[in-house]
């Protein structure tokens, strides 16, 4: 995997294994660290959930303690949550670059290596709330920048391309690579993007062209163009055989989103029997009279230590055609717990 617009789609981590066009394997470990917190143990049981929503089977347990992992690149596709994971760590000491991570501050940083192929997607936080906050963002949002109706990261990278090669630059490749979250924002603070450029005099060009739309863009202009309403800046890393460089474009003014919250739906209670947890009689729920499950009954609370809620999370998104998320919360975020899972 070469980018994060590529993490739900076939071919990654979600396999189509008999050639009929369905996921129908999950090929991927999420990993947090032997102590984690119980934020990153809700941000990792969202992803969870999301990743067993896309596929049609799974093999659990899905999670890992960094403290089982000896060889990071035997693990197929992992997902690093929490800021006091030592395999992420391990990352940044290869040349994984983690923007911001300030207090308040999430982040989701994919880490792909040059010479063998090998990749993971790290996500964390300059806290425990910023770890929890981007978990929850690549859970429910990715990979569309934030509306589930509006642009993705691959129109991004389309658009990035587009708009150079009609100015004469070859781009040989252009992938998203980080997304910066700040808690106060309803917006992606940065999105990070590498290009890759076929020459050093290209890439030349395309710092001059990209720094011109800044330019343009801090007073209003060109606003058709690589301005996108949830996102507050582009962060492109320009690379070529001999170059490297480095632009922020910001958005054109008066481009803001307007606040899109994902809306929380009311669960019906229910009386719960282990031997139909998993139907709609349980914790799954359908239209009257329906028997497809589209949706949860029920919301994880998870308490500290409780790393378990990740495999139950996956469970749930996998049993269900629908999945509202977030499904798994901390006890303090929920007034009235009904059908939980504790």
Known sequence: MRSLSQIF?????LRDTNGDGLTDYLEARIIVSEDAPVEDLVGASNIAARLGFETMSLDLPLLLRD???????????????????????????????????????GVIQLYASPSDGF???????????GTRMAANYMAARMP?????????????????????????????????VGILLEGSKTEVSSLSL?????????????????????????QGKMRDMLSYPSVSRLHLRLISQNLRREVEVPRAEEGRLERVCLRERRVTPRRLSLSKLYTTEG???APSGGLIPDRLNTVIIV??????????AARLGLESTGVCLPVAKTDSEVEEPVNPVL
């Open 119 to 129: 990749s993971a997607v790290v996500v964390t936080g300059g806290d425990d709330e």
């Open 67 to 105: 403290s089982e992992v000896s060889d990071l690149r035997e693990v197929p596709n992992p997902i690093l949550v929490g800021r006091k994971n030592r395999l992420a760590a391990a990352l940044m000491e290869e040349g994984l670059i983690l923007e911001g991570c300030r207090p308040g501050e």
């Open 303 to 312: 308490g500290r230590g409780a790393a378990g809620a990740i495999d139950i």
């Open 144 to 176: 569309h920048l934030w509306a589930p109706d509006g642009p993705s990261l691959g129109d991004v990278e389309r658009e990035v391309i587009d708009f150079l090669s009609k100015r004469g630059i070859s781009v040989d490749s252009c992938h998203a």
């Open 9 to 13: 789609s076939q071919g990654f981590l």
């Open 194 to 218: 590498s290009l890759t450029l076929k020459n050093d005099e290209d890439l030349l060009s395309a710092e001059e062209d990209l720094l011109h739309l800044a330019s343009a863009h801090s």
């Open 283 to 285: 914790l799954l729920g």
